[in-house]
């Protein structure tokens, strides 16, 4: 298994360009949830899906679109890229199913470092 | 208000000492988790250990051990004998049963010096 994969791996844009970030999951996961990371602030969630086909703000989605169109992948959107969209995006995803070994922990993928310039 | 703080930035230890960070949380769900995670410089996030809110032995796990206390809503992590591998960030986080995000910490910055 691939675990979580995110697609790219850096990136580097102009204000104003508009890009996608793609994290796919094989494990069958319900939940799947995009964070950024910037220096002091730990992780923040930018929005998040419970099920395939919908998809929920977290606490900093301005700048940003979703889709959840398959279970296993989850878009995050830029339409006009910012210098304040720098960062680290993380997605993870999870299961809620009690009783599984793995109920609620949430798996990373690599990571995809953004310049918005 | 944050639902987990962790009030340490920055720790700088010897190699060897030990070292605990604390975590705190704030949460009105009776039922929740609790998680640590390890970020190395190479960037990753790496799950150490979860924990759910009826569960309050403390674990042991080689030379990491984990301290849960409901009564003070924390749920610090210790690090014995300290080594340079265990030079990371290191994040705690708190899921509750009702809702379905996660709420983590700023992460804790430790360098082990040799």
């Known amino acids: 298994n691939a675990g979580v994969t995110q697609t790219p791996k850096f990136r580097v844009l102009k204000t104003g360009q508009s890009m996608t970030l793609l994290c796919a999951q094989d494990m069958n996961h319900e939940y799947m949830y995009w964070y950024r990371q910037d220096p002091g602030m730990g992780l923040r969630l930018i929005h998040y899906s419970v099920g395939e086909g919908t998809t929920a703000k977290g606490e900093v989605p301005d700048g940003y679109n979703v889709s959840r169109l398959k279970k296993q992948n989850f878009l995050l959107g830029l339409e006009s890229a910012a210098p304040s969209q720098t960062s680290v995006y993380f997605c993870?995803?999870?299961?809620?199913?009690?009783?599984?070994?793995?109920?609620?922990?949430?798996?990373f993928g690599p990571g995809t470092r953004l310049t918005v310039l | 208000a944050q639902k987990v703080t962790q009030a340490q930035t920055e720790i700088s230890v010897v190699e060897k000492e030990d070292v605990t960070l604390d975590c705190v949380y704030e949460?009105?769900?009776?039922?929740?988790?609790l998680f640590w995670y390890k970020q190395p410089p190479s960037g990753e996030l790496v799950f150490l250990i979860r924990?759910?809110?009826?569960?309050?032995q403390n674990e042991i796990s080689g030379r990491y051990s984990w301290n849960f206390q409901k009564s003070t809503s924390s749920f610090n992590f210790t690090i014995t004998a300290s080594q340079v591998v265990d030079s990371a960030v290191y994040f705690c986080?708190?899921?509750?049963?009702?809702?379905?995000?996660?709420?983590f910490g700023t992460g804790t910055s430790l360098t082990v010096i040799p």
């Open positions: 949460t009105r769900d009776t039922t929740y988790y």
């Open positions: 924990r759910n809110s009826f569960d309050e």
């Open positions: 986080a708190l899921s509750e049963a009702a809702g379905n995000q996660f709420y």
């Open positions: 993870a995803s999870t299961s809620p199913k009690p009783g599984t070994g793995n109920y609620n922990e949430q798996f």
